[in-house]
């Protein structure tokens, strides 16, 4: 071959190796660490994954929207492929639709709460103490990283709910009793209000519960009913308009805008139901 063409193929492959990915100087450059999808069973769950692991690294999603009841989430074929490209299936004990969907495999990282609602700060950062810990198992070559935002995440949502306790002191309501539904009582005891009657999901309240809970109400004096969006969001409210009390819908998991914002907008609803003079609020 002449040497000409041999210089002319030599330009040609030079030319075209650099065409690729790792020549170009885009996100797709070899040397870019390639993203790993988290899929959590819910909002407060994805938040809490999202806090810990290294977002150039991890991508998170949730399956249900934070204003559905788990109990009563269809799952969806968009669910299901998100399931089927996750690296880690997240989710809490209990949660009907993620049996559903197929995700019983090693992949999946199943959370028991103990009972308690993640949405009470103390309990939040617990969560936050466990999933680091296990995700730092699944993933021990972000451990180091992992601890590092632990400890920021915590310090976060301590100094934010120290903030609402503040604010809540300053209005007056510790030691306030309320009636509420059970899913609500562990953050409505952070936040100091008392807890002197309780319900369940409002499919299951009988007309005898209604008559115990007024009953209660009136002789504890109750300032007001508290339900929970995702078991009913109207479960107590016959229970108010027959006590004249404020009647008022918090939520049990972060909204887009996040955990500390949505415990906050739940303790505005509270202050917000107080200081109304009709005596009603709604989130």
């Given at each position: 071959?002449?040497?000409?063409?041999?210089?002319l193929?030599?330009?040609?492959?030079?030319?075209?190796?650099?065409?690729l990915?790792?020549?170009?100087?885009?996100?797709?450059?070899?040397?870019?660490?390639?993203?790993?999808?988290?899929?959590?069973s819910?909002?407060?769950?994805?938040?809490?994954?999202?806090?810990?692991?290294?977002?150039?690294?991890?991508?998170v999603?949730a399956i249900?929207?934070?204003?559905?009841?788990?109990?009563?989430?269809?799952?969806?074929?968009?669910?299901?492929?998100?399931?089927?490209k996750?690296?880690?299936?997240?989710?809490?004990?209990?949660?009907?639709?993620?049996?559903?969907?197929?995700?019983?495999?090693?992949?999946?990282?199943?959370?028991?709460?103990?009972?308690?609602n993640?949405?009470?700060?103390?309990?939040?950062?617990q969560?936050?103490?466990?999933?680091?810990?296990?995700?730092?198992?699944?993933?021990?070559?972000?451990?180091?990283?992992?601890?590092?935002?632990k400890?920021?995440?915590?310090?976060?949502?301590?100094?934010?709910a120290?903030?609402?306790?503040?604010?809540i002191?300053?209005?007056?309501?510790?030691?306030?009793?309320v009636?509420?539904s059970?899913m609500?009582k562990?953050?409505?005891?952070?936040?100091?209000?008392?807890?002197v009657?309780?319900?369940?999901?409002?499919?299951?309240?009988?007309?005898?519960?209604?008559?115990?809970?007024t009953?209660?109400?009136?002789h504890?004096g109750?300032?007001?009913?508290?339900?929970?969006?995702?078991?009913?969001?109207?479960?107590?409210?016959?229970i108010?308009?027959?006590?004249k009390?404020?009647?008022?819908?918090?939520?049990?998991?972060?909204?887009?805008?996040?955990?500390?914002?949505?415990?906050?907008?739940?303790?505005?609803?509270?202050?917000?139901?107080?200081?109304?003079?009709?005596?009603m609020?709604?989130?």
């Amino acid at each position: 071959m002449a040497a000409g063409a041999v210089l002319l193929l030599s330009i040609a492959v030079m030319a075209l190796a650099c065409l690729l990915p790792a020549c170009s100087g885009k996100p797709g450059d070899a040397g870019q660490p390639e993203m790993r999808t988290i899929v959590a069973s819910d909002t407060i769950l994805s938040e809490i994954i999202t806090s810990l692991l290294p977002p150039d690294r991890y991508r998170v999603e949730a399956i249900l929207p934070p204003g559905q009841c788990p109990g009563h989430y269809d799952v969806k074929p968009t669910d299901i492929e998100k399931m089927k490209k996750a690296v880690v299936i997240v989710s809490f004990r209990g949660m009907p639709f993620m049996g559903k969907a197929g995700s019983d495999d090693e992949r999946q990282l199943v959370i028991d709460p103990e009972d308690r609602n993640w949405m009470a700060p103390g309990s939040y950062v617990q969560g936050l103490e466990l999933l680091a810990a296990r995700l730092s198992e699944r993933f021990p070559g972000d451990r180091a990283e992992i601890a590092r935002r632990k400890e920021h995440a915590i310090r976060l949502a301590t100094q934010g709910a120290d903030r609402l306790l503040q604010k809540i002191a300053g209005a007056g309501l510790s030691g306030r009793p309320v009636i509420a539904s059970s899913m609500q009582k562990e953050p409505l005891e952070w936040m100091g209000f008392q807890v002197v009657a309780e319900y369940g999901r409002q499919e299951a309240m009988s007309a005898r519960d209604v008559v115990r809970l007024t009953e209660a109400g009136k002789h504890r004096g109750a300032v007001m009913v508290v339900d929970n969006l995702q078991s009913g969001p109207d479960a107590g409210k016959g229970i108010s308009e027959t006590l004249k009390v404020p009647h008022v819908v918090l939520t049990n998991f972060p909204s887009e805008r996040g955990y500390l914002a949505t415990l906050g907008e739940n303790v505005d609803a509270l202050l917000g139901a107080l200081e109304r003079p009709d005596g009603m609020a709604r989130k």
